[in-house]
């Protein structure tokens, strides 16, 4: 070209302005729009449709910021707080703190920019909103990844890995996966991807890639901070807080698969009395019912309930009862929900969700008519009986095959909307229980979303194998919940399936998760053990089968009398994990978190993935792996550390050997902090 730069005419591609206090931009059919959202954090959507659609989905309602927006010719620019984001000629995005330091920009490389950085020819859009043939759109959102950047957060999947830069992550629930889509980068910001579709995100060394598979929109959220605590507690702002946990949570929950009568889970809790052993909680698990879907006690094995739970209540222990989503063909509720549009359905083929145990649908959680349904159910046959803690169990919810875009909910298809089902399967419950007045509200359910935790939602890490490897997956899975947003967090004490009771080598794995249990936000014994139990009867619920005994005697006098330790030692810390719900309830805190989220500036803590906090005061370090008797533990710098079996002092900012014999786990106190082991 022989024209210098300067006769070159700037086509400006789009167009800028303030509405309200939101930054608007559009072009052709998009328009975007950047709006306050909450202190130092901005909501960012973009459609192609005739209006906005008007979902929060995991947002709650801001408290007003005053924003300051800049409009010009060939761009914008909008700062609220600690955060600024600009709007170039060619409509490209770029995020920036009150530094001046780049957070995050996106993608672009098109021949539009033509005096810019990313004037290319290749034409890769950073919002790319691609139609559907007869449908809405498959997005992608791309960004520029910055190589050295550290990612944490977005829900639970089985890798042992807490880092997250360069994975690939489905944002779908299975059994065992959740995805909670908020991550918290080491670069200062917190991200939330606020769109229940079924998608993927790829956070690969030269691009993070964010996929919703059919959508109308784009909508994300994006926090500033100079600690990860501040995103935290910004992005719990947003999104809703846990309610403060009741006092029967924190101590220590009985269950396995499956007690089969009344009489034998009134034995197992005498049993504990008579040991003189703290427990807060017993399970009733699935299939107590007559039929799924009929969510009532069979009264042939559990002839007298009222009886039972004023029992447990008199011995101080709350009742938790499963609850199953999915409805029979054969249940006595089956027609009438069917014919009111209570269940989800299916787009092609024979409507039938699920065939455990039976021909099933779930019902539609995202339908307010089915949420009031199953609630009065409970309420009549649970709540009103005395039970107030339900385990919401199947809450991805579970399919027998995962066809995402087969199944369509009330309120759109399960491609489209899916991920939601866990947060309004939790607000089932947590409206009626809220209703009849009851507070501090805990359920625990095997999925979650964004914003799930507002209602109440304990979730716990699935169907998981019973092995040192699945254990050591737990680690970093329940590490990042907790960033994504959700505190109560838990795992099947000793792992769901796969163990035979009497095998020493699984004795050992008990008694290390146990240890590592013992702190977690709740201390949850669960599982399904071999040999199988026989069956009580023939009808009924009685046709899915029973484990083996899971009780803390259940295995040898060693594994009984190390395990008993455990829970007198959770019962003797109470105290103090009634702080750390305090600060889940009031700021969002994690219970357990990564090293670097209380000690952000020692950037070795950043690297540090098999040791976490119990709180600001307790460093764990879980035993993950068989015959290990030592480990080496990092110290963060900035306090003096105390082990606490020894009592040995350290300073902060090296790693030391530590012995870790079967019956301990390697704990650190802070400073001046004592804990009674």
């Not at 052709?28 to 989905?57: C, F, Q, Y």
């Not at 910021?65 to 995005?93: F, H, M, S, W, Y």
């Not at 020819?121 to 759109?137: H, Q, T, W």
């Not at 879907?293 to 009222?306: A, H, I, N, Q, R």
């Amino acid at each position: 070209m022989s024209n210098s730069n300067q006769d070159q005419k700037v086509e400006i591609f789009g167009y800028f302005e303030q509405k309200g206090n939101s930054l608007c931009y559009r072009y052709e059919a998009e328009r975007l729009v950047i709006t306050p959202w909450g202190e130092n954090s901005l909501r960012v959507r973009a459609h192609k449709m005739p209006e906005m659609p008007g979902e929060d989905w995991a947002l709650l309602e801001p408290a007003e910021t005053k924003p300051v927006i800049e409009v010009r010719d060939d761009g914008g620019k909008i700062t609220n707080g600690k955060i600024t984001a600009e709007i170039n000629l060619i409509g490209k995005i770029t995020f920036t703190n009150q530094k001046g330091e780049v957070l995050l920009e996106e993608y672009v490389r098109s021949r539009k920019d033509l005096f810019g950085p990313t004037c290319s020819s290749l034409e890769v859009e950073a919002r790319e909103f691609k139609p559907i043939i007869g449908g809405d759109y498959k997005l992608s959102m791309r960004f520029v990844s910055e190589p050295n950047e550290k990612l944490y957060g977005m829900g639970q999947y089985q890798q042992d890995f807490l880092e997250l830069k360069g994975a690939d992550l489905e944002l779908a629930h299975r059994n065992s996966q959740a995805s909670v889509p908020f991550l918290l980068s080491s670069l200062g910001y917190g991200f939330l991807w606020n769109n229940p579709a079924v998608g993927r995100v790829n956070f690969g060394k030269n691009i993070t890639t964010w996929e919703a598979y059919s959508t109308k929109k784009l909508d994300y959220w994006i926090t500033a901070g100079d600690t990860p605590a501040e995103i935290e507690e910004a992005y719990a702002d947003a999104t809703g807080k846990v309610p403060m946990m009741p006092d029967y949570g924190m101590g220590f929950w009985q269950c396995k698969l499956r007690y089969q009568t009344q009489e034998e889970l009134l034995e197992v809790a005498r049993e504990y009395k008579r040991r003189n052993l703290p427990i807060s909680v017993i399970v009733v698990d699935f299939f107590h019912w007559p039929c799924q879907g009929e969510w009532k006690f069979d009264p042939t094995y559990w002839p007298d309930p009222d009886a039972m739970i004023a029992e447990l209540k008199e011995m101080g222990i709350e009742l938790m009862v499963s609850i199953w989503p999915t409805v029979d063909y054969r249940s006595e509720n089956f027609d009438e929900m069917k014919g009111k549009g209570l269940l989800i359905r299916v787009d092609s083929g024979y409507p039938i969700s699920m065939d455990f145990q039976g021909n099933t649908l779930h019902y539609d959680a995202t339908n307010p008519e089915a949420r009031e349904y199953v609630w009065n159910k409970a309420k009549q046959n649970y709540y009103d009986k005395g039970v107030k803690v339900f385990w919401l169990d199947e809450a991805e919810p579970e399919y027998t095959v995962y066809d995402f875009e087969n199944y369509r909910y009330h309120l759109g298809p399960d491609i489209q909307v899916g991920n939601i089902y866990p947060v309004m399967y939790a607000k089932t419950f947590f409206d009626g229980m809220q209703k009849e007045g009851q507070e501090n509200i805990i359920n625990l359910l095997r999925c979650a979303w964004a914003g799930s935790q507002r209602y109440g939602a304990l979730v716990w890490s699935g169907d998981i194998k019973s092995s040192f490897p699945s254990m050591k997956n737990q680690l970093a899975a329940g590490l990042n919940m907790g960033i994504a947003g959700i505190p109560w967090w838990t795992t099947d004490i000793g792992g769901f399936f796969g163990a035979h009771a009497e095998d020493p080598d699984f004795h050992e794995l008990l008694i290390r998760w146990f240890e590592y249990g013992t702190f977690c936000p709740v201390m949850r014994l669960h599982g399904y053990r071999w040999p199988l139990q026989p069956q009580q009867g023939t009808t009924g619920g009685a046709t899915c089968v029973s484990g083996a005994p899971n009780e803390v005697w259940s295995f040898t006098d060693q594994v009984c009398d190390i395990l008993s330790e455990y829970i007198l030692l959770r019962e003797r810390m109470r105290p103090y994990i009634t702080k750390l719900m305090q600060q889940a309830h009031e700021k969002g805190t994690p219970v357990m978190r990564p090293l670097f989220y209380d000690f952000p500036e020692d950037q070795e803590c950043w690297n540090v993935e098999t040791q976490y906090m119990f709180g600001p005061d307790v460093l764990v370090t879980p035993v993950t792996e068989k015959d290990c008797r030592k480990v080496t533990v990092y110290l963060p710098a900035g306090a003096k550390w105390t082990n606490a079996w020894t009592k040995e002092s350290y300073e902060g900012g090296q790693r030391i050997e530590v012995d870790a014999p079967i019956e301990q786990i390697p704990l650190f106190t802070r400073n001046e902090f004592v804990l009674d082991v």
